[in-house]
Nanobody, 126 residues
């Protein structure tokens, strides 16, 4: 099993920056290459892909965040960061960290991710 714990959410003003962190733990995660990702769910909307990164550091980002959000994996293992800048009220959402144990490449497919964190709320005021 893999446990994912997110942190870093909060209330910020439009134009601000914020960094989310997700730490994964679990025996399986240490021995199996994994892809990690961030998704978000805005009020009244479906869960949306934000960004994904594999163990090699290859990344993909959703169209709505390209150029503003950056995903990284500092230790190449079990921590993933989402650096967000130029935040907009439309970015208000619960952000979820996810892990795929079988993926070799970054993935935007929600169905690829078997493990999810509880989510952290980001609120951007205008």
């Amino acid at each position: 099993q893999v446990q994912l714990v997110e942190s870093g959410g909060g209330l910020v003003q439009a134009g601000a920056a914020l960094t989310l962190s997700c730490t994964a733990s679990g025996v399986a995660f240490r021995v199996i290459p994994s892809t990690m990702a961030w998704f978000r769910r805005a009020p009244g909307k479906e869960r949306e892909f934000v960004a994904s990164i594999n163990r090699s550091g290859n990344t993909i980002e959703g169209d709505s965040v390209k150029g503003r959000f950056t995903i990284s994996r500092p230790n190449g293992r079990n921590t993933v960061l989402l650096q967000m800048r130029a935040l907009e009220p439309e970015d208000t959402a619960v952000f979820y960290c996810a892990a795929c144990l079988q993926c070799r490449e970054p993935s935007a497919r929600l169905v690829d991710y078997a493990f999810w964190g509880q989510g952290t709320l980001v609120t951007v005021s205008s």
